[in-house]
């Protein structure tokens, strides 16, 4: 099920493993999330943060080298790749708009969180694209994201590009801003160690089941996000019952 059959000239296990990695982060990370925001939970809140960062980070990295691979190929093909990346842009972004929904009928809105910022960040990769190893412009978003726009304030329109009203929180927000560079970062990744969406050197596959496993868990990433959530909300409510702030 796990095995090394699973991977063609298509795919690359490191690559999967990099995205099992990021998503297996992520359901722990959103576990204590869930249970700091139902339960109480707030023990170890400094390490609790850094790891919610650098989960993302490891997650939208991998997005955007796997976007470089995908659309290096797409290009081999054909000169007009737009119509499958509008379809993913408006899959991941549609899935958020439906999160976005779910959650104001709970009362802590998700306005702009992982899949809106994955399914533009699609549109956004394919002009920057171009720039292949040359691009830099990762650091812009960085920079403008942490130093200049987290310091002003406006309503909820400017959320997609890191502004917004004092004191806001949302469980899932990831701006244009800062995390479009992020996204870029691992394009121009792609770009040295992936160039035309090859490898520059082959890679053996681990005969390590847990590595195995974990690349399985890759390969099915954005299943594996639109689920966790609702499971692991009610193996909560099955252990704890009603959850403050959910209805019963």
């Known amino acids: 099920m796990f095995g090394s059959e699973v991977y063609t000239d298509r795919r690359y296990w490191e690559i999967d493993l990099l995205r099992g990695v990021g998503i297996t982060m992520m359901v722990v990370s959103n576990f204590v999330t869930d249970l700091q925001l139902f339960l109480g939970y707030s023990s170890h809140r400094t390490f609790w943060m850094a790891f919610a960062v650098t989960t993302a980070t490891v997650f939208v990295f991998a997005s955007g080298l796997s976007m470089w691979i995908s659309y290096s190929r797409t290009l081999e093909k054909t000169q007009r790749p737009y ?82 009203p004092e004191n806001y929180f949302a469980p899932d927000y990831f701006p244009i801003f800062p995390w479009f560079g992020v996204f870029l970062l691992g394009m121009t990744a792609g770009s040295v160690f992936y160039p035309d969406g090859r490898r520059k050197k082959e890679i053996a596959l681990s005969s390590n089941p847990l590595v195995h496993f974990v690349a399985f868990a890759g390969r099915h990433t954005l299943l594996i996000y639109v689920v966790h959530q609702p499971i692991l909300v009610g193996l909560l409510r099955l252990i704890y019952g009603p959850l403050p702030g959910l209805p019963v």
């Not at 002009?127 to 942490?146: D, E, K, Q, S, V």
């Open 83 to 164: 119509g499958k990346y509008l379809r993913r842009f408006f899959k991941l972004f549609g899935l958020g708009l439906l999160i976005t929904a779910t959650t104001y009928s709970l009362g802590m809105t998700i306005h702009f969180g992982i899949l809106h910022l994955l399914g533009l960040a699609t549109l956004l990769g394919m002009l920057f694209y171009r720039f292949g190893r040359l691009n830099a412009l990762w650091a812009a978003f960085f920079i403008l994201g942490y130093l200049v726009l987290r310091n002003f304030h406006d309503g909820l329109w400017l959320l997609p590009i890191g502004i917004m």
